[in-house]
């Protein structure tokens, strides 16, 4: 989807600086892994939808992107860092859809609540487990997209 801005066609000044936004629509019946897939090319840059691989020192780091599949379906946790120690998680799924959370603190232990949930972040497996309460263990992780392990 193309969007005009108020910069199309100006001559910005030397250091001058703009962002904008670019939305991709996928079909609905497309798995979002198959969108990792994917890329755009505009002149003569591509633009990748997968998650940028991450340098040694930030895999180690909280922020990042994380997934897991069934066979069916695939759900995603995107985390960034808002400053000031917390965190904001974009959560995307088939089920529930776009979700956004704010303000997440990790506890020392690496533990954070997100919505109704408990979790912990394992940072060197690259993944967040949420903890279930029916069969008292640590679900199935989320593992880091594009770590250079």
Request: net charge negative.
């Amino acid at each position: 989807m193309i969007r005009s801005t108020q910069y199309d066609y100006t001559t910005l000044a030397p250091g001058g600086q703009f962002t904008t936004e670019l939305v991709f629509n996928c079909p609905s019946a497309k798995r979002i892994s198959d969108t990792f897939n994917m890329k755009m090319i505009m002149e003569n840059s591509e633009i990748h939808l997968a998650p940028a691989p991450q340098i040694e020192e930030e895999q180690l780091k909280f922020p990042g992107v994380y997934m897991k599949s069934s066979p069916s379906y695939d759900f995603l946790y995107i985390v960034t860092d808002t400053g000031n120690g917390t965190y904001e998680i974009i959560t995307i799924d088939d089920f529930w859809g776009v979700s956004a959370y704010q303000e997440i603190t990790l506890t020392e232990n690496n533990k954070f609540e997100m919505g109704a949930g408990d979790f912990r972040w394992k940072p060197n497996n690259y993944e967040i487990s949420s903890y279930d309460y029916d069969e008292e263990t640590w679900g199935e992780p989320y593992t880091k997209q594009n770590p250079l392990k």
